[in-house]
């Protein structure tokens, strides 16, 4: 079964999210939550079917729409609130997943075991997974897939960056849905201020919990060296290289086929074998 759910936040933008999971079987489970990447979404491509598989494992599966990413609770695919898209911050988006995760933990709508939730971060997602996971008691697991390493490197530099800092706003074209869409200077700001807390790499090497990064050799988006960096600043970590996979791991959106790309099927069942 598969039921939408508005989660409130501290700000005027509500959550939307999705929770798969078996109704049928009253007793508690583990909770995983996933958390898309950068010009993401919940409903993105084939992680509809990710969520099938893990419910189908025996798990309560948790995905979410961050409340900046540019979609509405009336259309969350795409993105139809490119002024929101451009005020979003990485903070906001820590502080989305805290939501999130006391939403899941005080409601008891459904039968979640407390204190078992894994977090399963995609790209610009896994880094705001690693540092929830430091951060939240109730993170018993991470799991990045296709995660970045650091998001200080992220940013416009010299000239482009003087114009952003001069304007206000740079803009990144959709290639898909071909917008124009947003980033203001905020992001920037905000970032240099809360530099401490979203910086991965201190974020990893306090992590004290199981971790697994995932990974493609061929990934053309997010370096195969920054799995690299992460599982050397967390030695305990399994690293799982997917060998001549993308960045989505063979998926793309929309996604029509009833199954999921071999890729893709692969990560999923080492993730859960890792649960």
């Known amino acids: 079964m598969k039921k939408q759910i508005i989660i409130p936040t501290k700000r005027e933008r509500a959550i939307i999210a999705d929770i798969s ?23 993105w491509g084939a992680w509809n079917l990710v969520a099938e598989e893990f419910y189908k494992a025996g798990y309560i599966f948790l995905k979410f729409n961050f409340s900046h990413n540019g979609g509405t609770i009336k259309n969350p695919i795409d993105f139809p609130d490119l002024k929101a898209f451009g005020e ?16 899941s933990q005080s409601n008891n709508s459904f039968p979640v075991l407390k204190n078992n939730i894994t ?17 939240h008691q109730s993170v018993s697991k991470l799991v990045t897939w296709a995660g970045v390493s650091d998001y200080a490197t992220r940013f416009p530099k010299k000239e482009k960056f003087q114009e952003w800092k001069e304007k206000g706003v740079f803009y990144v074209v959709n290639g898909r849905t071909k917008q124009e869409m947003p980033h203001f200077f905020s992001f920037y700001e905000d970032f240099i201020h809360n530099k401490q807390r979203l910086t991965i790499k201190s974020a990893i090497k306090q992590l004290n919990k ?5 990974h493609g050799s061929a ?22 290289v997917v060998e001549n996979s993308n960045h989505t791991f063979g998926s793309k959106h929309p996604w029509e086929a009833s199954k999921l790309p071999q890729d893709l099927q692969s990560i999923v069942n080492r993730t859960i074998d890792f649960i």
Do not use: M
């Not at 049928?24 to 995983?32: E, F, R, Y």
């Not at 199981?210 to 995932?214: A, K, S």
């Open 21 to 43: 999971y078996d109704e049928s079987d009253g007793t508690a489970k583990p909770l995983v939550i996933f958390c898309h990447g950068y010009k993401g979404y919940k409903d």
């Open 88 to 103: 979003n911050t990485y903070t906001k988006e820590v502080e989305d997943l805290h939501t999130v995760i006391n939403w």
């Open 119 to 135: 977090l399963i971060g995609h790209s610009r997602g896994g880094g705001i997974v690693s540092i929830v996971a430091k951060e």
């Open 210 to 214: 199981p971790y697994l990064i995932i």
């Open 219 to 240: 990934d053309e988006a997010v370096s195969i060296k920054e799995a690299e960096q992460l599982k050397q600043w967390s030695p305990l970590a399994e690293l799982e």
